[in-house]
């Protein structure tokens, strides 16, 4: 199941987990969208999983479906002696069907992503990455298609200015708590985090909602009313 996470030092489990979670994302991206996704967890009782308006893509095309990997970095003032350390530790620590969700505390000062840390996660199999803050190379990685979405850009590098911390803890990112391993779901209208303990059941009621979506536009478009058709099947 796809909340089920494998034991350390089960590769034969990690590597299933790793295709369940493939096939999953695979099926997510293919049939959801973030709204529906919304509308599930509301139905569950969670309803502080979408993150703020300003974090956008940097492409409208850009879909991200995948499981949190969490950065935390703080502002600096001087630069350290190793400034990129830790970051280089945490993106180098990112796996298969993972998103780089990083919290800079609400920092502006610097862009903290870039093309070199794109590249550098999509060879770790990273599926994309959520910024709360500016990045820098947007064309670059716009050309690389790495689905990327931030609040801004800003051509200035972080020694000196900002340093990793931490990561793979919760962090708060665009006003939501994301912990390692939420489903991280994020298209042209916003990003949506899905806690690990309530995936199946938000997963299985936004595949429902899906379906009567599709019958209440196939009637629609047949010319019924929308007083009747939401009668029959309960969406809008």
């Not at 979670?21 to 999983?49: C, N, T, Y």
């Not at 893509?57 to 850009?62: E, G, I, R, T, Y």
């Not at 670059?140 to 200015?161: E, H, N, W, Y």
Request: hydrophobic letters at 40%; glycine letters at 8%.
């Amino acid at each position: 199941m796809p909340g089920q996470c494998a034991r350390m030092g089960e590769p034969e489990a990690v590597e299933q987990q790793s295709k369940n979670d493939a096939a999953l994302f695979a099926q997510m991206k293919e049939h959801l969208f973030s709204a529906v996704i919304s509308d599930a967890l509301d139905q569950v009782g969670v309803r502080d999983r979408v993150m703020r308006a300003d974090l956008r893509p940097l492409d409208p095309k850009m879909v991200i479906c995948g499981r949190a990997f969490t950065i935390l970095s703080a502002d600096v003032y001087e630069k350290n002696r190793d400034p990129y350390e830790k970051e280089i530790e945490a993106i180098d620590s990112l796996t298969p069907h993972s998103v780089a969700v990083w919290s800079t505390n609400g920092s502006r000062r610097t862009g903290v992503w870039g093309e070199l840390l794109s590249t550098a996660a999509r060879a770790r199999g990273a599926v994309g990455a959520v910024i709360d803050g500016y990045i820098r190379d947007a064309v670059q990685i716009m050309k690389m298609g790495f689905p990327v979405f931030c609040t801004g850009l800003r051509p200035v590098d972080s020694a000196g200015r900002s340093l990793v911390i931490d990561y793979n803890c919760t962090v708060e990112v665009g006003d939501v708590l994301v912990s390692p391993g939420d489903i991280v779901f994020a298209d042209y209208d916003g990003v949506v985090v899905i806690p690990k303990d309530v995936e199946d059941e938000v997963i299985r009621l936004a595949m429902e909602k899906v379906r009567r979506e599709s019958a209440t536009r196939e009637e629609l478009l047949k010319g019924a009313y929308l007083k009747d058709v939401y009668a029959k099947y309960g969406v809008l």
